[in-house]
């Protein structure tokens, strides 16, 4: 082929090229210019909102905004003002009672921050409340016993809250475990509950707030349990009972099973009994309660030890708890 026709169609084939460019260069720019309208639009809804000082509504466009511009020009902005204003309406949600919108601003926050044991620590603590309350709620059990099992997860793998220089993790391991009692309790399960409340209590014993209602919660349970106990081992004919009292060879087997478990339950509430009148005394709260438990334990006790002419062993008992609890705490 001649040089000379060649090189027309090269040109040709550039000037075709070139037209094409022309051509799409317009439609690109145009949809750039697009993005870039798009994503200054969902700014300026975010914008108009918090001008107007509708919490809800600009928290909602700013999720939107990062939604679809995660890497926009207002991203980093918009990350750190949400953070923010979420943690204000879960504040404000907590102090308002409305447990509702708490738990879903909450449940927003982590969605997108899983690990943020402050959220978890709020509304957990404010669940444990309505739990505590008189009359107590139980409405929100569920998500009170999920996020205590979240936060105590945490807080075991060396979780701490942000922005707190004293974070005291056996007082939140007390308290979030408590929340875990209080749902057995309340579902029937007295045994479970029993053993939560000790666990509760083995991480702040010193804490009227804590140990002191596990005490008092634990010794309903174990006179619960007492009560049940004691009629069924009455309802043994005395003859069956004074030969198990008397240690008879002869003594029905059943019969002795009913009083060894009444001698369990008994020394349930003692147990409870005790610690709890010890820490009411060193700590000096509940004295009306207090004397109401003692007047209870005294009567258990002399059921439990007919034996003893008097109470020096239960006195014993409570100068060994009292002491105890006087004590230094190591560490303090």
Known sequence: MPTRRIRALATAS???????????????????????????????????????????????????????????????????????????????????????????????????????????????????????????????AAAGVELAKKGISMIEAGKTLAGVQSFDKNATLAWMSQILALNEQKSGSAEAAVKLFEKSTSYAPQDPQIAGVNLLRSLALHQAGYSEAAKAYTAFPEADRAAVESGAADAKPDAKAAREKLNASADGVIAAATSFIALSKVKNFGVPTREKVNATLEVIYKTRHPQEKDLTGLQKILQEKESALAAPVPGA
């Open 14 to 140: 550039a000037l075709v090229l070139f037209a094409l460019a022309l051509a799409i260069l317009p439609a690109a720019r145009a949809a750039a210019q697009d993005v870039v309208q798009d994503e200054g639009s969902a700014y300026r809804a975010w914008h108009e909102a918090s001008q107007a000082a509708d919490s809800g509504k600009a928290i909602a466009a700013g999720r939107d905004y990062l939604a679809k511009y995660p890497t926009g020009q207002y991203a980093d902005f918009m990350k750190k003002w949400l953070g923010t204003a979420q943690m204000g309406a879960l504040d404000a949600a907590i102090k308002a009672k409305q447990t509702a919108q708490m738990l879903a601003v909450g449940k927003d926050i982590l969605a997108s921050d899983p690990e943020n044991l402050n959220v978890v620590y709020a509304m957990a603590s404010q669940l444990r409340r309505e739990m505590l309350s008189n009359p107590p709620v139980y409405d929100n």
